[in-house]
């Protein structure tokens, strides 16, 4: 009702008489918005308050390994083969402090999670990925041992944290590295947990290679990439009741 | 599948692009630029199978079925999308993360009659 009616011919499927065109289109574009925004599962569009430097997300989307970054910075989606069960690739950024643990200083960083109620995530694949600087002292060895915590306490960094991961870096030049996490999120999930704290050691002598600056280096923020897959818990009560 | 064109009679398809940008949905939507939303509209004959003289399908089969139990069949058949494609798209999440999902049938690529 209340729309305002052309003269021109009726609709060629339903006989209804024609709208007019800007109202048509209108009415199409949020048709578009309601579909879009149901696919994705979101209640309504995203509110971005806090942009992620472009170098970072660039750098970021070109990890995730089936997207390609043109010259001018757009985006080429690979036409992937759609997930039956719509699988996602998440990139996530993290609020980043450096913190005075024991030993020197860890880069705690400190990931936001919001899981909508009666859905749970499956988590197929998660890595982190730290960019570590080079050692400055040619004369040291090029390897060196990084570790990676879970944080049990947000405040008290460094008080009460578990070893998640620990590797050999070659550091003999500044480059990024991953730290698969797949086990300690889907645990960080599961637990209906909302902020997963890390902190990443990467100690030579005063130094921590993997820490980061974010007024010089904005290209090399740490990241989580994780595959996920969402998981219908209300299904699972209707296996139960049978 | 026909493309519709200004003046629309039998089942074609209606292109429809949405820009992201024109309605600040950029903002959050990082790939890709916009959204083809296309559409099936226009007439469809009755259905082939009701004709009479069709008597080798299985449409004809069921539809002589549903004339035994006094069902109507002389409607129209309908417009609808014959083929589809997925949707890849890069988002913020409401918590700053970047999402990126394939999804399914999104994008009418073509249009036919039931």
Request: glycine share 6%; charged share 25%; hydrophobic share 35%.
């Amino acid at each position: 009702k209340g729309l305002r009616v052309s003269g021109s011919p009726a609709c060629a499927s339903c006989g209804l008489p024609a709208m007019e065109k800007d109202a048509e289109e209108k009415m199409m574009i949020e048709i578009a918005k309601q579909q879009l925004l149901e696919k994705l599962h979101l209640k309504e569009r995203p509110n971005i308050t806090q942009t992620v430097p472009k170098v970072a997300l660039l750098t970021a989307l070109r990890k995730l390994h089936s997207g390609r970054v043109r010259q001018d910075g757009t985006l080429e989606l690979e036409n992937s083969l759609p997930t039956k069960d719509q699988g996602y690739e998440i990139v996530s950024f993290a609020d980043i402090n450096d913190s005075d643990s024991g030993d020197k200083a860890s880069l705690s960083l400190t990931f936001q999670f919001l899981q909508e109620q009666g859905k749970s995530i499956q988590v197929l694949q998660s890595s982190l990925w730290i960019y570590a600087k080079s050692s400055e002292d040619p004369h040291r060895n090029t390897r060196l041992l990084a570790r990676v915590f879970l944080s049990a306490d947000e405040e008290t960094s460094g008080s009460n944290r578990t070893l998640v991961k620990e590797k050999m870096l070659e550091v003999k030049e500044s480059n990024w590295h991953t730290f698969p996490i797949t086990h300690t999120l889907q645990t960080f999930l599961d637990g209906g947990q909302r902020r997963l704290r890390l902190e990443v050691s990467c100690i030579e002598g005063e130094r921590n290679l993997c820490s980061f600056n974010g007024s010089t280096d904005k290209a090399n923020q740490p990241f989580m990439v994780a595959q996920v897959r969402l998981r219908d818990d209300h299904s699972k009560h209707l296996i139960r009741k049978r | 599948s026909l493309r519709c064109g200004d003046e629309v009679t039998v089942c074609c398809k209606r292109d429809f692009y949405i820009k992201f940008k024109d309605i600040q949905w950029d903002e959050w939507i990082i790939a890709p630029e916009g959204y083809h939303m296309n559409y099936c509209m226009g007439q469809c004959p009755q259905h082939l199978a009701g004709s009479p003289g069709i008597a080798s399908s299985f449409h004809a089969t069921v539809f002589s079925q549903l004339k035994v139990n006094g069902i109507n069949t002389a409607t129209a058949s309908c417009c609808i999308p014959t083929e589809r494609r997925p949707l890849s798209m890069v988002y913020f999440n409401s918590q700053h993360s970047i999402v990126k999902t394939d999804v399914p049938d999104m994008i009418v690529e073509s249009c036919g009659c039931t």
